[in-house]
């Protein structure tokens, strides 16, 4: 890589570097160490390297002062073979200019560094995360969950959407508010928590009605993701939302605990991919006794609210799901693969196992499902 002398180089922290003693033939070793990666590098004098030029790379000196520095201590041709190697195995990077910035959210350093590892650009996967914009309906369970942790990833901006208020049983998810906050909207308090974290995510509180297109189109219309936490809407907004994010191509992750078991998926986004009616559907088709499942999913959607009392669960089941939902979002955000792209994320709380189950478009889906000319799907 071409050096230029009025760059500033960082020494990554989450690198761990030794220098191991000079062997018979007068070669040093210095290893270079993160969770991913292992370097090792042979050579005379190593540990000048180490003493003289490491503690230089701060990110506040540019190259050019960096060998003023170091005078005749080593040759310009050692330096920037030195250099040269660091950059090339992304060891050091380009400082920042605002380096306040960063120490201000120095909590979000070990998760930068592991971008890193993974190849991206420090200022890219940040300016990724700090650009998205996701909508999150419920926020009884696995939504909060997965709101929290959409902060704590540096998630620029969440819409908080419930219009329901806080129950005793949601005590347990909503940390430190106590009995005085039950009956409060579980909005405010979700955005309270957010706040809190440093002040990366902006929220944005919803809690009017849920139960009609023309309230929630609006929330989808600005948004790069839908998340619906299933465990806590109303069977009726689930579906409204799969069909509306189908309508207006916003991808859909829906997920929810319920007794022993967690779900997350599948993705809905892709035009010949399943939906989530279409899981809905088969799920109920393949039950042991499909048309009592069926029996209770209409009358659900008939009530138009959620039923907690109808979704025996742990807390522990609402925040894996949540955890999941939010690492989907995450490496969605950033162009990685994600699980449960047409996939179903099983989690099978008394087993310890997780499973993918590939979802199958139902044909005749009345949401996704594109009629032919002749009338027929």
């Avoid at 070990?110 to 926020?139: M, T």
């Avoid at 039950?287 to 209409?298: D, R």
């Amino acid at each position: 890589m071409k050096l230029n002398d009025g760059q500033r180089l960082r020494l990554l922290e989450h690198v761990v570097i030794n220098v191991m003693p000079a062997d018979c033939s007068g070669e040093e070793s210095m290893i270079f160490n993160t969770t991913r990666r292992t370097l090792r590098v042979q050579g005379q004098a190593l540990h000048n390297v180490e003493n003289i030029v490491l503690p230089l790379l701060d990110g506040d000196r540019t190259i050019g002062e960096i060998r003023d520095a170091i005078g005749e201590q080593l040759t310009d041709s050692s330096l920037n073979q030195c250099l040269e190697f660091l950059m090339d195995n992304r060891l050091v990077e380009e400082s920042l200019e605002n380096t306040d910035d960063l120490d201000s959210r120095a909590y979000l350093l070990p998760q930068i560094s592991l971008y890193h590892e993974l190849g991206f650009d420090q200022k890219d996967a940040r300016k990724h995360l700090a650009n998205a914009r996701i909508a999150v309906f419920g926020l009884g369970g696995s939504g909060l969950i997965a709101a929290i942790n959409l902060a704590t990833a540096g998630i620029g901006f969440v819409r908080l959407c419930d219009d329901a208020c806080i129950l005793p049983s949601d005590s347990l998810m909503m940390s430190g508010s106590g009995l005085n906050k039950i009956g409060a909207f579980r909005g405010v308090e979700a955005a309270r928590q957010i706040e809190a974290i440093g002040g990366v995510t902006q929220t944005e509180i919803v809690t009017d009605d849920l139960n009609d297109d023309a309230t929630i189109n609006p929330l989808l219309a600005d948004v790069d993701l839908v998340i619906v936490a299933t465990d806590a809407v109303s069977v009726n907004l689930a579906y409204r939302l799969n069909r509306l994010c189908l309508k207006m191509q916003r991808p859909l992750l829906p997920g929810g605990a319920a007794g022993i078991e967690g779900n997350v998926g599948p993705l809905v986004f892709a035009k010949d991919g399943p939906c989530y009616l279409c899981y809905r559907m088969r799920s109920m088709a393949c039950s042991k006794f499909p048309e009592a499942e069926l029996a209770v999913e209409q009358l659900l959607n008939r009530e138009r609210l959620s039923q907690p009392r109808l979704r025996e669960n742990l807390p522990i089941g609402q925040m894996l799901v949540g955890s999941y939902m939010a690492l989907d979002a995450v490496k969605m955000m950033l162009g990685l693969p994600i699980a449960t792209d047409g996939k179903l994320l099983h989690i099978d709380l008394l087993g310890t196992k997780l499973t993918h189950n590939v979802v199958l478009k139902k044909p005749g889906c009345p949401h996704c499902s594109v009629k032919t000319g002749n009338g027929k799907r």
